[in-house]
């Protein structure tokens, strides 16, 4: 089974920075692409980031532009998220996910069932 476990959540006041990994097992990487997604409180959960697997071309929502950075350790099949100057409308949990990559449209996945989820980690910035 595909397996996503994440790390590097925490508080960070505004201007902070944090770097969210997200270890992944189970599959062959290089046919899956991979993202990450957050959700705030009472909104929903939307996607933030993405990597394609075959020619490491990134993707962002507007809003992350310039401060976030994804990235990936082909070797240890870890993905990160490097978050710089946070703001805190950036507060949320954060997702990644992996999915075959002609399940993703842009940042979001046609069915969010075909897609593995890591556990959720929490950024909060004051």
């Known amino acids: 089974d595909v397996q996503l476990v994440e790390s590097g959540g925490g508080s960070v006041q505004a201007g902070g920075s944090l770097r969210l990994s997200c270890a992944a097992s189970?599959?062959?990487?290089?046919?899956?692409?991979m993202g990450w997604f957050r959700q705030a409180p009472g909104k929903e959960r939307t996607g933030v980031a993405k990597?394609?697997?075959?020619?490491?071309?990134?993707s962002y929502i507007d809003s992350v532009k310039g401060r976030f950075t994804i990235s990936k350790d082909k070797a240890d099949n870890i993905l990160y998220l490097q978050m710089s100057n946070l703001k805190p409308e950036d507060t949320a949990v954060y997702y990644c996910?992996?999915?075959?990559?002609?399940?993703?449209?842009?940042?979001?996945?046609?069915?969010?069932?075909?897609?593995?989820w890591g556990q959720g980690t929490q950024v909060t910035v004051s």
């Open positions: 990597i394609v697997s075959e020619d490491e071309s990134t």
């Open positions: 189970g599959y062959t990487y290089s046919s899956i692409c």
């Open positions: 996910a992996a999915a075959r990559c002609f399940i993703w449209d842009g940042l979001r996945l046609r069915d969010e069932a075909f897609a593995y």
